[in-house]
């Protein structure tokens, strides 16, 4: 039973363009949500998070928006940039928490110079 | 400040055999993460330590156990390796900051391979 589901396992885009990640979730109960990017060879590091008490959070070129009764969140990075070619994973709580964090299944993200 | 260690990076075992994957952190963190990641699968939590001397089951727990030996240090236990946990093991530390949990930090990563 996946929880937090990404249906596209890759997705290519021109430098310079808008890269949309998708994400959906089933669980009602998730109210944090996180996006992680992860190169190879390396661990996860953490990109932007929201909480359900919100619908958009900006960071620079990453904004993250909610739509919890879609139960879709997306991440939209604008320009894209080679150095964002990695694979991104959309990560769920619940409790407002950090802790017991739901993962998905990765979208691999080729920025095309 | 080298944030979360992993030991080792790659290791090869037999049907059987047994071994211990360790992780330290020195962000002073109260919580620790051993998490699986597979092929399609994503990164499914095994197990966490919320504090020292606590632990508690993730996802899919089946087939390990856990040491939090102190703050710094979690470890992770097979104790007869099968090929279904050839994996990549990740570890990873979250704490607080003035009442507001922080994100996760992760390691590297642990490669095993179970022949």
């Known amino acids: 039973d996946q929880q937090v589901k990404q249906n596209s396992p890759s997705l290519s885009v021109q430098e310079g363009r808008i890269s949309i990640l998708n994400c959906d979730y089933t669980?009602?109960?998730?109210?944090?949500f996180l996006w992680y990017k992860k190169y190879p060879a390396e661990g996860p590091t953490f990109l932007i998070s929201?909480?359900?008490?919100?619908d958009k959070n900006e960071d620079g070129r990453f904004t993250v928006f909610l739509n919890k009764s879609a139960k879709h969140l997306s991440l939209h990075i604008v320009p894209s940039q080679p150095g964002d070619s990695a694979v991104y994973f959309c990560?769920?709580?619940?409790?407002?928490?950090?802790?017991?964090?739901?993962f998905g299944t990765g979208t691999r993200l080729t920025i095309i110079p | 400040n080298a944030g979360v260690t992993q030991t080792p990076k790659f290791q090869v075992l037999k049907t059987g055999q047994s071994m211990t994957l360790q992780c330290a952190q020195d962000?002073?963190?109260?919580?620790m993460y051993w998490y699986r990641q597979d092929p399609g699968m994503g990164l499914r939590l095994i197990y966490y330590s919320a504090s020292e001397g606590t632990t508690d089951k993730g996802e899919v727990p089946n087939g390990y156990n856990v040491s939090r030996l102190n703050k710094r240090e979690f470890s992770l236990r097979l104790e007869s390796a099968a090929p279904s946990q050839t994996s990549v093991y990740f570890c990873?530390?979250?704490?607080?900051?003035?009442?507001?949990?922080?994100?996760?930090?992760f390691g590297p990563g642990t490669r095993l391979l179970v022949l």
């Open positions: 962000m002073n963190h109260n919580s």
């Open positions: 990560a769920a709580s619940v409790n407002f928490g950090n802790e017991k964090l739901t």
């Open positions: 929201i909480s359900s008490i919100k």
């Open positions: 669980n009602s109960m998730f109210d944090y």
């Open positions: 990873a530390s979250s704490g607080r900051t003035g009442g507001v949990r922080e994100t996760q930090y």
